[in-house]
């Protein structure tokens, strides 16, 4: 009976340990190691950015099995800051990001394809003020290893574009292009 | 003539009265004009810049006018009912807290990030308060609020003095528009 036990438990934790092989990495939102940043255009001839200061999400990441990873980010919108109050309540308004009828928006991939080292392209669908759109762009793994403090980490970097006329916001400023960045460090579960 | 007495009022009282009527119909007239320009508007910065600006003045008046109420005679209610008079002292308080309110949440949306408010460029006046993310919205809330609850205020306290011109036939009109009465 004991060894019965042992076998079960043995077997247990063998299949856990399956199940968990794509390592289930937490965004370090805590640490502030991840940032989801925008940029436009100003009138054409200069950069703005910004950020979305409050966000929260995880990812399977497994170096061996790429094809497996997935991620899913959750975005307060209305925490999004470009070093400007009285623009920043204005993009929240209902001439941009609604926060009121929209207060989150989503990032949830739906496959992934390894195109080099470290390298691959995402899809997933983005949902932003109620408009759910797929997006495919590039992201590159910046690292991966043990951390200082017993912990294991690693980082991605992506880069897409967004139209604001895709997701109901060209009615003040046009149809006009906007980059997001996502930069994420994920601990190891 | 200059000072308030026990039944009218002076000339400084009636100027900063009539100083703060062009003000608050002006602001938010231009108030509600403003946020109607779009992005590609050619007043659409200067709008803003010209509230804000107006606003640090009218906030300076409301002190003043605020420290000469409290150094002079407040005249007599002239109604002969003494409950009416009581409404209409806690009327004008009302009339002084909101409008305070709405100068201070007004500075509080456009200090919200930490940035002064420049006053046409004669000087300008510093942040204080910068709770970035809520700040704005709550205070922007508040002033629009504010502001339409002022007016409603204001078309109030306009009636109760024509109704004291035109059905009581006392000097309560009057006596805001001729010193010593």
């Known amino acids: ?189 | 003539m200059m000072k308030n007495t026990q039944t009218g009022y002076g000339l400084v009282a009636i100027l900063l009265h009539w100083i703060m009527v062009l003000a608050i119909f002006g602001m938010f007239g231009l108030g509600l004009y403003m946020v109607e320009l779009t992005y590609y508007d050619s007043w659409y910065h200067g709008s803003l810049e010209t509230h804000k600006a107006i606003g640090v003045l009218v906030a300076l008046v409301f002190v003043v006018r605020f420290g000469w109420r409290q150094l002079n005679p407040s005249p007599a209610g002239l109604s002969t009912k003494k409950l009416e008079n009581t409404a209409a002292h806690f009327a004008h308080l009302g009339l002084y807290l909101v409008i305070a309110v709405l100068l201070v949440s007004g500075y509080l949306i456009s200090t919200a990030d930490g940035r002064a408010v420049d006053v046409f460029g004669l000087f300008s006046v510093p942040a204080t308060l910068t709770e970035r993310g809520s700040q704005e919205e709550i205070a922007g809330e508040v002033h629009e609020i504010l502001a339409w609850l002022l007016m409603a205020m204001v078309a109030v306290h306009a009636l109760a003095a024509l109704k004291h011109h035109v059905i009581n036939k006392d000097n309560t009109l009057k006596r805001m528009l001729k010193p010593g009465l």
Do not use: C
């Not at chain 1, 991939?109 to 759910?132: I, P, Q």
């Not at chain 1, 006329?165 to 006009?176: E, H, I, S």
């Open chain 1, 1 to 189: 009976m004991k060894k019965l036990l042992i076998a079960l438990s043995v077997s247990a934790a063998a299949m856990t340990a399956t199940v968990a092989n794509a390592a289930d990495y937490v965004i370090d939102t805590k640490g502030a190691h991840a940032s989801i940043n925008f940029k436009v255009k100003h009138l054409g001839y200069s950069w703005l950015t910004g950020r979305f200061n409050s966000f929260e999400g995880d990812f399977e990441w497994d170096k061996a099995k790429p094809a497996d990873s997935e991620i899913e980010v959750t975005i307060d919108v209305a925490s999004i800051d470009s070093n400007h109050a009285e623009r920043d309540k204005h993009l929240r308004s209902k001439d941009f990001l609604y926060v009121d009828e929209y207060p989150t928006a989503t990032f949830k991939s739906t496959g992934y394809k390894a195109t080099g080292e470290g390298k691959g392209e995402l899809t997933g669908e983005f949902t932003l003020r109620g408009v759910t759109k797929t997006l495919t762009f590039p992201v590159s793994q910046l690292g991966e290893g043990k951390d200082p403090w017993g912990g294991y980490r690693t980082g991605f970097t992506g880069t897409t574009q967004i139209m604001l006329g895709d997701f109901n916001m060209d009615g003040y400023l046009g149809n006009v292009p906007v980059e997001l960045e996502l930069n994420v460090e994920g601990i190891r579960k």
